[in-house]
């Protein structure tokens, strides 16, 4: 199912070789840190508007061999430099040489000739995506250069990375990816500043004595296979010329698990001054959703270019205190980022179980070996992405497997129906196709959910394109592969092609979701009560034809209020929002503004309220927007959207 939707990467895997220089000394010794192999190909858009893509397969469980004690680590894992001072430091990182600092594995420059993709906005103007803003720092965040020889040329370059410092019992960790790990002469400067000399920086430097990387990702950084899940990697720093320890001068973040493939989230880090001439750390705030057949999340700014690599992705910060809450970090597929000739996508490993085990490790300063191969651990369930959303022509909601939590329908422009099963909990964990691409349900106009049947199992009605009415009952039990049940005939009447907007509802007095509000071309407004497979109940005019009531776009109904009775809710063609609290046969309820007219909100496209949160109420609307983003307001009242939570990014 949804073979035509879900966007896939082919990747090229190519083996990265790597070769180490050693000498003697405590200061000289070379290291590659390999090339970057040739972009991926990503899919093109399907034609004659289909959705484009492939679905990602399912990886295997993953098998968690015992830790055990191993100096079989990593090439970019251990101790460094052991003979290399403070001083040394000093002496060899001259202002020219930390100027000259590269990225080890993230393609440094941004493809000759490619102008970056507009990402469609809200307002319905094409609009550049968040593009990285200079800021004078963080506290917690820096600089990381460490000295290596580039094996082709012969030129000696630092190559700079980013790192975070975080929380640890001996005050002295930092993070940072794994293809950033390794190399001599390694320093970390927190708040660099371009303009000091490495002695007068405000926080100091600290030498990083050790290094603790997964010991499946290797020196060559798998940049294009799976192994680059694991591009983490913590570093132990030692105290500073002063005798403090880092997590002391400017504090320490905290780690959290990625919570989902769609997060919120800023991302900080420096940038080469080659392409950024004010060398100064940027961050971005951006959504971020998932990299399909990989472990991994990946989002979209402008800016993010080579020496970000190791940068934070903070799910909260306190940008007065300098530190935050860490749930991904720049890494991962071909280094992090500029692949498939873009400069703009960004990628991060998921903190799951691997990253954790590898802190505790690092906590713990042990160096321990995980086996010789990685096998990816079960894939999050995601929806997918807003070039896929944007094909959403319609929803609907409803208690479709008498499981007493509502699941959502939708149906897509070229004809597929799907299903989206949700835990309760506002979150939507997989999904079942009930109608395969290229059906009859193209010329499907509108539906809507409701217990029609009364068997507490939601059904679904349609009207369709040439006015036929059509109820499918119990649809999580059987489904909408059979001719339903007819309750218009175009034949007889073409009085229901004007049913411009149904939505179902418990307006009367009925215990069950069995009224139906339909709005006409006309603007009148009709409310059927104890609608079934009978027939369409009692009719209840609540306005004549008018001309207010045909810029209603959209209709809803929920518990807003919480009452037996529901509201409705209408979305006008301004952008108004206005909830009727207590509609019943006898008229509209009492007006609730919820949004004065706005551009933003007539870019509600379309819209559904379902029962997907704990509080056992249908008042949980999901909006999809014109640029494909979909959301849900979790536990909406009468005159206020409830929580919003991102579910699928824009295209």
Same mark, same amino acid.
């Given at each position: 199912?949804?073979?035509?939707?879900?966007?896939?990467?082919? %990747?090229?895997?190519?083996? %990265?070789?790597?070769?180490?220089?050693?000498?003697?000394?405590?200061?000289?010794?070379?290291?590659?840190?390999?090339?970057?192999?040739?972009?991926?190909?990503?899919?093109?858009?399907?034609?004659?508007?289909?959705?484009?893509?492939?679905?990602?397969?399912?990886?295997?469980?993953?098998?968690?061999?015992?830790?055990?004690?191993?100096?079989?680590?990593?090439?970019?894992?251990?101790?460094?430099?052991?003979?290399?001072?403070?001083?040394?430091?000093?002496?060899?990182?001259?202002? &020219?040489?930390?100027?000259?600092?590269?990225?080890?594995?993230?393609?440094?420059?941004?493809?000759?000739?490619?102008?970056?993709?507009?990402?469609?906005?809200?307002?319905?103007?094409?609009?550049?995506?968040?593009?990285?803003?200079?800021?004078?720092?963080?506290?917690?965040?820096?600089?990381?250069? /460490?000295?290596?020889?580039?094996?082709?040329?012969?030129?000696?370059?630092?190559?700079?990375?980013?790192? /975070?410092?975080?929380?640890?019992? #001996?005050?002295?960790?930092?993070?940072?990816?794994?293809?950033?790990?390794?190399?001599?002469?390694?320093?970390?400067?927190?708040?660099?500043?371009?303009?000091?000399?490495?002695?007068?920086?405000?926080?100091?430097? @600290?030498?990083?004595? +050790?290094? @603790? !990387?997964?010991?499946?990702?290797?020196?060559?950084?798998?940049?294009?296979?799976?192994?680059?899940?694991?591009?983490?990697?913590?570093?132990?720093?030692?105290?500073?010329?002063?005798?403090?320890?880092?997590?002391?001068?400017?504090?320490?973040?905290?780690?959290?698990?990625?919570?989902?493939?769609?997060?919120?989230?800023?991302?900080?880090?420096?940038?080469?001054?080659?392409? &950024?001439?004010?060398?100064?750390?940027?961050?971005?705030?951006?959504?971020?959703?998932?990299?399909?057949?990989?472990?991994?999340?990946?989002?979209?700014?402008?800016?993010?270019?080579?020496?970000?690599?190791? #940068?934070?992705?903070?799910?909260?910060? +306190?940008?007065?205190?300098?530190?935050?809450?860490? %749930?991904?970090?720049?890494? #991962?597929?071909?280094?992090?980022? *500029?692949?498939?000739?873009?400069?703009?996508?960004?990628?991060?490993?998921?903190?799951?179980?691997? @990253?954790?085990?590898?802190?505790?490790?690092?906590?713990?300063?042990?160096?321990?070996?995980? #086996?010789? /191969?990685?096998?990816?651990?079960?894939?999050?369930?995601?929806?997918?992405?807003?070039?896929?959303?944007?094909?959403?022509?319609?929803?609907?909601?409803?208690?479709?497997?008498?499981?007493?939590? /509502? $699941?959502?329908?939708?149906?897509?422009?070229?004809?597929?129906?799907?299903?989206?099963?949700?835990?309760?909990?506002?979150?939507?964990?997989?999904?079942?196709?009930?109608?395969?691409?290229?059906?009859?349900?193209? $010329?499907?106009?509108?539906? !809507?959910?409701? $217990?029609?049947?009364?068997?507490?199992?939601?059904?679904?009605?349609?009207?369709?394109?040439?006015?036929?009415?059509?109820?499918?009952?119990?649809?999580?039990?059987?489904?909408?592969?059979?001719?339903?049940?007819?309750?218009?005939?175009?034949?007889?009447?073409?009085?229901?092609?004007?049913?411009?907007?149904?939505?179902?509802?418990?307006?009367?007095?009925?215990?069950?979701?069995?009224?139906?509000?339909?709005?006409?071309?006309?603007?009148?407004?009709?409310?059927?009560? *104890?609608?079934?497979?009978?027939?369409?109940?009692?009719?209840?005019?609540?306005?004549?034809?008018?001309?207010?009531?045909?810029?209603?776009?959209?209709? !809803?109904?929920?518990?807003?209020?919480?009452?037996?009775?529901?509201?409705?809710?209408?979305?006008?063609?301004?952008?108004?929002?206005? *909830?009727?609290?207590?509609?019943?046969?006898?008229?509209?309820?009492?007006?609730?503004?919820?949004?004065?007219?706005?551009?933003?909100?007539?870019?509600?496209?379309?819209?559904?309220?379902?029962?997907? !949160?704990?509080?056992?109420?249908? $008042?949980?609307?999901?909006?999809?927007?014109?640029?494909?983003?979909?959301?849900?307001?979790?536990?909406?009242?009468? *005159?206020?959207?409830? %929580?919003? &939570?991102?579910?699928?990014?824009?295209?």
């Amino acid at each position: 199912m949804r073979t035509s939707r879900t966007r896939i990467r082919r %990747i090229a895997v190519s083996a %990265i070789g790597a070769a180490v220089f050693l000498t003697s000394g405590a200061t000289l010794a070379h290291a590659d840190g390999g090339k970057p192999g040739p972009a991926p190909t990503h899919t093109a858009a399907a034609p004659n508007g289909t959705r484009p893509g492939g679905k990602p397969g399912t990886a295997p469980a993953p098998k968690k061999p015992a830790p055990t004690a191993s100096s079989t680590t990593a090439a970019n894992s251990g101790p460094v430099d052991k003979g290399f001072t403070d001083a040394d430091a000093l002496r060899f990182w001259t202002p &020219e040489r930390m100027a000259s600092a590269v990225d080890p594995a993230r393609p440094a420059a941004p493809p000759k000739g490619k102008a970056r993709r507009p990402a469609p906005s809200r307002s319905g103007v094409a609009a550049d995506m968040p593009t990285a803003e200079h800021i004078l720092g963080l506290k917690s965040v820096g600089a990381l250069f /460490s000295y290596k020889q580039d094996p082709t040329t012969g030129q000696m370059h630092a190559h700079n990375c980013s790192a /975070s410092v975080v929380e640890s019992p #001996g005050r002295d960790l930092i993070l940072t990816a794994g293809h950033c790990a390794g190399g001599k002469a390694v320093i970390f400067v927190p708040w660099y500043a371009t303009e000091k000399p490495l002695d007068q920086q405000q926080f100091g430097f @600290f030498r990083v004595a +050790d290094w @603790f !990387t997964d010991s499946r990702f290797s020196q060559g950084h798998q940049i294009k296979t799976k192994e680059s899940d694991l591009d983490f990697s913590f570093g132990r720093l030692e105290p500073s010329a002063s005798g403090q320890k880092v997590q002391d001068v400017v504090g320490a973040n905290t780690l959290a698990r990625t919570p989902s493939f769609n997060n919120n989230v800023t991302m900080v880090g420096y940038p080469m001054a080659k392409y &950024e001439p004010e060398d100064h750390p940027v961050r971005c705030p951006t959504q971020t959703w998932a990299l399909p057949g990989y472990y991994q999340i990946q989002a979209l700014c402008h800016g993010m270019y080579s020496g970000t690599s190791g #940068g934070p992705w903070y799910s909260k910060v +306190d940008w007065a205190k300098g530190t935050g809450e860490i %749930i991904g970090n720049v890494g #991962g597929y071909n280094g992090g980022g *500029n692949d498939a000739n873009v400069d703009w996508l960004t990628y991060s490993p998921v903190h799951g179980d691997w @990253f954790f085990r590898l802190y505790e490790e690092a906590k713990a300063n042990q160096h321990v070996g995980h #086996g010789s /191969s990685y096998e990816q651990p079960p894939l999050p369930y995601s929806m997918g992405g807003g070039d896929t959303w944007k094909h959403a022509k319609l929803m609907a909601s409803g208690d479709f497997n008498g499981n007493g939590h /509502s $699941d959502m329908i939708v149906v897509w422009t070229d004809g597929e129906v799907t299903m989206y099963y949700s835990d309760g909990k506002g979150h939507f964990t997989s999904e079942r196709q009930l109608v395969a691409k290229d059906s009859i349900w193209k $010329d499907a106009e509108t539906i !809507t959910a409701g $217990d029609f049947t009364g068997s507490n199992q939601f059904d679904l009605m349609v009207r369709w394109v040439d006015g036929e009415v059509t109820l499918y009952g119990d649809v999580g039990s059987n489904g909408l592969n059979w001719a339903g049940k007819q309750l218009v005939d175009p034949k007889k009447t073409d009085l229901w092609k004007h049913a411009t907007q149904i939505a179902a509802g418990r307006f009367g007095s009925s215990q069950y979701v069995t009224d139906l509000m339909v709005r006409w071309s006309d603007g009148e407004l009709t409310l059927y009560t *104890n609608v079934g497979a009978g027939g369409f109940g009692q009719e209840h005019k609540l306005k004549d034809k008018n001309e207010t009531w045909t810029h209603a776009t959209l209709l !809803t109904s929920g518990e807003f209020s919480g009452s037996a009775r529901w509201d409705l809710m209408v979305q006008w063609s301004d952008g108004e929002l206005d *909830n009727y609290v207590n509609t019943n046969p006898s008229g509209l309820g009492n007006e609730a503004r919820i949004q004065d007219p706005n551009g933003l909100w007539t870019h509600n496209t379309v819209m559904t309220t379902g029962n997907f !949160t704990a509080n056992g109420r249908t $008042d949980d609307v999901v909006v999809r927007w014109s640029d494909g983003e979909t959301t849900m307001y979790m536990d909406s009242t009468t *005159n206020h959207m409830g %929580i919003e &939570e991102n579910l699928v990014p824009h295209a």
